[in-house]
Nanobody, 123 residues
Framework: QVQLVESGGGLVQAGGSLTLSCTAS????????MGWFRQAPRKEREFVAT????????NYATFVKGRFIISRDDAKNTVSLQLNSLQDEDTALYFC????????????????WGQGTQVTVSS
């Protein structure tokens, strides 16, 4: 059964950094495009970043403004998200997603989802 497990969230001060990781229990080479989304309280799920199957294409939400970096290691079926210069507005539950045919921001394109890891930024 496919499982995605996120880790690395926590409580950080504004301006701080975290690195989120996601491990997918999927056969090597079958994850296709992977991505990260987030959801804040009383907000809709929001696209953060996505990466193509071979890692050659990355796309970010406009609010990222160069602060985040998505990467993947297909040999390990993992995807990471480096979060830098975190702001109060970045507080959310961050979800890993896999299985999209293209690196799209559309959440409906992803077949598999993790349970999320909480990022909380305090002033």
């Amino acid at each position: 059964q496919v499982q995605l497990v996120e880790s690395g969230g926590g409580l950080v001060q504004a301006g701080g950094s975290l690195t989120l990781s996601c491990t997918a229990s999927i056969r090597t080479g079958t994850s296709i495009a992977m991505g990260w989304f987030r959801q804040a309280p009383r907000k809709e799920r929001e696209f953060v970043a996505t990466i193509s199957e071979n890692g050659g294409i990355t796309n970010y939400a406009t609010f990222v403004k160069g602060r985040f970096i998505i990467s993947r290691d297909d040999a390990k079926n993992t995807v990471s998200l480096q979060l830098n210069s975190l702001q109060d507005e970045d507080t959310a539950l961050y979800f890993c997603a896999a299985g999209a045919e293209t690196p799209t921001p559309r959440h409906g394109a992803y077949k598999y989802w993790g349970q999320g890891t909480q990022v909380t930024v305090s002033s």
